[in-house]
């Protein structure tokens, strides 16, 4: 599998449908099998930071349609060898390796190695974990905006607007669905030295007793942002699978960015509503965001 180039994307610009040849067809441990190809409109679950889930569709190939039910990040290292997702031992576009986008179907497609696959991602389900992950980075830059009084001192990492980064300090995971973004964040020890207070102060009541405040708050804000429709685009330096991508999205607070290797909306008008539900664990240790986006 050496010669195998790393996977050219086309998910990014928003594309769900593409033809491309079929380099290599690999049989998976759990007795299904992988399709890469040159270039697809598929996006992959990540290895490294799995936060939205894979597309589903079809591959057609020399006459005969396969469903597409999985979709996976493979590597293949020095040693020739492919692994597969948790299995890579190093991160994300390491340059000593080849980078691919496995499409997983149930059974042996056959000798289509060199045959030309037409791909075609489920677009409803695409458009769905669209809308939830840029809701996920809506709510990250709404929720730093509400959070900024709570810092006695600056943590050093600040976001596109200036408030200081909680959600990039605090994150223990972020996982989209189709229906929902849920991340959530840690307020250990760690936070605290950094200057986070969730504590009761002279100013602010405990972050217990400010959530619904704090959630209005953060709701407010991204109500506006859905309202002024504001345009989202991905920058791409380059088309291969691991090219280090940036989300944009010009919204009236100023132009924001954040590094991003999924799929999102083109402007935010394609939704009708996008509200989040903040929750604490009962030892206050966890704080969790449920973000919904409701499509126009
Ligand atoms: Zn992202």
Same mark, same amino acid.
């Given at each position: 599998?050496?010669?195998? $180039?790393?996977?050219?994307?086309?998910?990014?610009?928003?594309? +769900?449908?593409?033809?491309?040849?079929?380099?290599?067809? !690999?049989?998976?441990?759990?007795?299904?099998?992988?399709?890469?190809?040159?270039?697809? $409109?598929?996006? $992959?679950?990540?290895?490294?930071?799995?936060?939205?889930? /894979?597309?589903?569709?079809? @591959?057609?190939?020399?006459?005969?349609?396969?469903?597409?039910?999985?979709?996976?990040?493979? %590597?293949?290292?020095?040693?020739? %060898? &492919?692994?597969?997702?948790?299995?890579?031992?190093?991160?994300?576009?390491?340059?000593?390796?080849?980078? &691919? +986008? &496995?499409?997983?179907?149930?059974?042996?497609?056959?000798?289509?190695?060199?045959?030309?696959?037409?791909? /075609? +991602?489920?677009?409803?389900?695409?458009? #769905?974990?669209?809308?939830? !992950?840029?809701?996920?980075? #809506?709510?990250?830059?709404?929720l730093?905006?509400a959070l900024?009084?709570r810092?006695?001192?600056?943590?050093?990492?600040?976001?596109?607007?200036?408030?200081?980064?909680f959600?990039?300090?605090?994150?223990?995971?972020?996982?989209?669905?189709?229906?929902?973004?849920?991340?959530?964040y840690?307020l250990?020890?760690? #936070?605290?030295?950094?200057?986070?207070t969730a504590e009761a102060?002279?100013?602010y009541p405990a972050l217990t007793d400010a959530l619904p405040a704090l959630t209005e708050a953060v709701n407010?804000?991204?109500?506006?942002?859905?309202?002024?429709?504001?345009? +989202?685009?991905?920058?791409?330096?380059?088309?291969? @699978?691991?090219?280090?991508?940036?989300?944009?999205?010009? @919204?009236?607070?100023?132009?924001?960015?954040?590094?991003?290797?999924?799929?999102?909306? !083109?402007?935010?008008?394609?939704?009708?509503?996008?509200r989040t539900e903040l929750t604490l664990s009962e030892?206050g240790s966890e704080l969790v965001a449920v973000?919904?986006?409701?499509?126009?």
């Open positions: 599998m050496t010669t195998l $180039p790393t996977t050219h994307v086309s998910f990014p610009a928003g594309a +769900v449908s593409g033809e491309s040849p079929v380099l290599a067809v !690999h049989p998976l441990a759990d007795g299904r099998y992988a399709v890469v190809t040159g270039a697809t $409109p598929f996006h $992959p679950l990540d290895h490294t930071w799995p936060d939205q889930p /894979a597309d589903l569709g079809t @591959l057609t190939v020399g006459g005969t349609t396969h469903a597409v039910v999985d979709c996976v990040t493979g %590597a293949v290292g020095p040693d020739g %060898a &492919l692994l597969v997702g948790a299995d890579i031992p190093v991160r994300r576009g390491d340059e000593e390796w080849s980078w &691919l +986008v &496995l499409h997983v179907l149930a059974g042996d497609p056959g000798d289509v190695v060199g045959a030309a696959a037409a791909m /075609a +991602v489920d677009a409803e389900r695409r458009a #769905l974990l669209s809308a939830a !992950h840029s809701g996920c980075h #809506l709510l990250a830059l709404a730093n905006a900024a009084p810092w006695r001192k600056d943590p050093g990492r600040s976001d596109a607007f200036g408030s200081p980064d959600d990039s300090l605090a994150m223990a995971s972020s996982v989209m669905d189709t229906e929902a973004s849920t991340d959530t840690r250990g020890k760690s #936070l605290r030295k950094k200057g986070f102060t002279e100013e407010t804000r991204l109500a506006a942002w859905v309202a002024a429709d504001a345009p +989202v685009r991905i920058e791409v330096p380059g088309p291969e @699978l691991t090219a280090r991508r940036q989300w944009h999205c010009e @919204l009236p607070d100023g132009s924001a960015a954040i590094a991003c290797g999924g799929t999102h909306l !083109h402007h935010l008008g394609e939704l009708a509503e996008l030892d973000t919904r986006p409701k499509r126009a």
